[in-house]
């Protein structure tokens, strides 16, 4: 099992920067994809960012050039450096690890952290 706990949601103003932790404790993987969701309200819960266990990322368009995902060296504390926030970006940020274990993949989520960026 392994329990997720987000950090560093806030208001903050149209143009503004805020930095999300996601740490993580219990049994790791070293093959794993580690990722970054939202929901706004009345929306569904879209992909933002993920790191895979090979170095690589991925961003929606919306956020690239803005947004930045980065890991420890251990993969259990995540970051997304959120910058020129929008008022869209507002919405419940969740962190999201998938992890193969065992030849199975297993998802693990976060409790969600609020973003609200004001006009």
């Known amino acids: 099992q392994v329990q997720l706990v987000e950090s560093g949601g806030g208001l903050v103003q149209a143009g503004g920067s805020l930095r999300l932790s996601c740490a993580a404790s219990?049994?790791?993987?070293?093959?794993?994809?580690i990722s970054w969701y939202r929901q706004a309200p009345g929306k569904q819960r879209e992909f933002v960012a993920n790191?895979?266990?090979?170095?690589?990322?991925n961003y929606r368009d919306s956020v690239k050039g803005r947004f930045t995902i980065s890991r420890d060296n251990t993969a259990t504390l995540v970051a997304l450096q959120m910058s020129s926030l929008k008022p869209e970006d507002t919405a419940v940020y969740y962190c999201?690890?998938?992890?193969?274990?065992?030849?199975?993949?297993?998802?693990?989520w976060g409790q969600g952290t609020q973003v609200t960026v004001s006009s």
């Open positions: 790191i895979v266990s090979t170095g690589t990322t």
């Open positions: 219990g049994s790791m993987s070293s093959t794993y994809i």
């Open positions: 999201n690890f998938k992890l193969l274990i065992h030849q199975k993949w297993a998802d693990y």
